[in-house]
């Protein structure tokens, strides 16, 4: 999500360096990584809503929204909030 068109949104995929390469990615503005809540998916207003406040506060920036809905699926809670840390540690690491 850039501040310059953010209903255009660029795929990117762990391990994937060319589609990073090739996306609207800002390598020196600020990144914010947005994940959804438990039961829900990307199309949500949090995340969208809260990607462009931050664009405003810094319109060079970049918003990655992490759709992890196939892991956030209720009715299993502990299982999913198992696999946010994975997530987590994952967009650390790399």
Wanted: aromatic share 8%.
């Amino acid at each position: 999500m850039r501040s310059e068109n953010p209903d255009v949104a660029d795929e990117l995929f762990v391990g994937d360096s060319a589609a990073l390469q090739n996306s609207h990615f800002h390598r020196d503005g600020e990144l914010w990584i947005l994940v959804h809540g438990f039961g829900a998916d990307i199309g949500g207003t949090f995340p969208y809503l809260t990607g462009l406040d931050l664009l405003s506060l810094a319109p060079q920036g970049n918003v990655i929204l992490v759709d992890w809905s196939t892991l956030a699926q209720s009715p299993n809670y502990v299982g999913a909030v198992r696999d946010v840390r994975v997530i987590i540690t994952h967009q650390i690491q790399t």
